[in-house]
């Protein structure tokens, strides 16, 4: 069997910690015995390989991320890399590509398709052995990863199973889905038998490639990556799950979770606080993760996760931590010149009037930035000085190409590119008269 491991989110949903350029698997938020912390990626590739599942598994992620994942697992997993973020339907067919033209599986061959970000016990990673075995054994097109609700979470897909199909056996054939229902319906869904989603497709390779071969797409790997943008922009689910007929369910009767909220996340956390802070007086249920280098106080309140990092601050209702993404859309509206990829550090201003920001700027792999002198930034600007922090670059400086080391200081009137041929991370120290535009 050949796995797929999903790892090339964006992150949103759980800021501030995470964002564009760190994802929520690479954050180190789950305590080993000796107090060590680890990250979500890490886990579930320690649990691949406890399983003797790593050797064929591949990592579909973006070109930003292989870096964090070289760091945190080491050179042993081989990366299948996005041109560009499309949804999961463009970076499993291109990781299914990959199978194909470089490491030759047949048609008829079983891919299986993980998530990185699920929590669960050892044996789940053991029972995914039982898929390939359902389309094999009763004629599916597609076999997934199915859960017993223990209560009508409104944060889980569901799967609705034939009548009858679901009688306390670890077999159910899928009739339909509902993503992410209301209280009230998840509770009536259960009781049909209803199971949840996690979000794990076995398929034959053949499957899928016969999909592309329909939609017109090469099934070569280095010609669907000049293809990759014309794509559809689909979650595998909706792409391909939904408009399937054939589709059958391994029931899996031990406990899991996905770990995409905070609520899920504090409910997984050994110790309630992460960082500098203090969790005082009579409430209940209270989690803080800080990455600042300031303290954070919970007085007396109860059901809370409060998240602090140099992204911002989030304090929310455990409850309520499902409408992060709403709320920080939301938030885009109300700012939309933000930067994504700049921090501010410090703004100062000085007895003559002159005025410095000073901020941490990243650039993604492949990606420039143009530094210069520009009018939103109000007055007269008189210096921008960089020094480099991380990765490997080049300034062009008047058609010139130097290597991106050190600190260079660009006068009024200069300007010049940054092209990043890996993830790339600087301080600018802006010196200006006037006002600071935000």
Request: glycine share 8%; proline share 5%.
């Amino acid at each position: 069997m050949n796995i797929i491991l999903l790892s090339g989110g964006s992150g949103t949903r759980l800021w501030p910690m995470s964002n564009e350029r760190r994802s929520k698997q690479f954050l180190p938020l789950f305590p080993d015995a000796s107090g060590k912390r680890f990250s979500m990626l890490q886990r579930t590739w320690e649990q691949l390989r406890r399983c003797g599942l790593d050797q064929n598994t591949v990592i579909s992620t973006s070109v930003d991320q292989q870096a964090l994942i070289r760091e945190q697992i080491g050179g042993e997993a081989a990366l299948v890399l996005e041109p560009e973020r499309r949804d999961t339907f463009p970076a499993i067919s291109l990781s299914l590509a990959y199978l194909r033209s470089v490491r030759h599986i047949s048609e008829d061959e079983m891919v299986l398709v993980l998530p990185v970000d699920s929590q669960a016990n050892p044996d789940f990673y053991e029972a995914l052995l039982q898929l390939p075995q359902i389309v094999q054994k009763h004629g599916m097109n597609l076999a997934l990863m199915a859960v017993r609700p223990d209560c009508p979470s409104s944060e889980y897909g569901y799967m609705i199973p034939e009548t009858g199909a679901v009688d306390g056996s670890s077999y159910a054939v899928i009739r339909r889905f509902c993503e992410k229902p209301a209280k009230a319906l998840a509770e009536e869904y259960i009781r049909q038998g209803a199971l949840w989603n996690c979000g794990i497709f076995c398929f034959r390779a053949g499957y899928l490639l016969g999909l592309l071969r329909e939609l017109g797409f090469s099934r070569d790997y280095e010609q669907l990556r000049e293809q990759y943008r014309e794509l559809q922009a689909k979650s595998f689910d909706y792409a391909v799950v939904e408009r399937e007929r054939h589709i059958g369910a391994y029931v899996y009767q031990g406990p899991w979770k996905d770990m995409g909220t905070w609520k899920a996340l504090a409910e997984e956390t050994v110790k309630p606080r992460l960082g500098p802070g203090l969790i005082y007086g009579n409430g209940k249920e209270v989690n803080i993760f800080n990455e600042l280098n300031i303290p954070v106080i919970a007085l007396g309140v109860s059901n809370v996760v409060i998240a602090a990092s140099e992204d911002g601050i989030l304090v929310t209702d455990t409850a309520g931590s499902s409408q992060l993404k709403l709320a920080l859309a939301e938030y885009a509206r109300e700012h939309p010149a933000q930067d994504p990829f700049v921090r501010v550090i410090d703004q100062s201003e000085f007895v003559d009037g002159t005025r410095t920001l000073t901020r941490k700027v990243h650039v993604p792999r492949g990606m420039s930035r143009t530094i210069g002198f520009v009018p939103e930034q109000g007055g007269a600007v008189r210096s921008i000085v960089c020094t480099w922090l991380h990765g490997k670059a080049e300034w062009v400086i008047n058609g010139q190409r130097l290597e991106a080391a050190g600190t260079h200081t660009f006068h009024n009137g200069e300007q010049a590119d940054l092209l990043a041929e890996e993830p790339s991370d600087y301080i600018e120290i802006i010196t200006i008269d006037g006002r600071i535009g935000g």
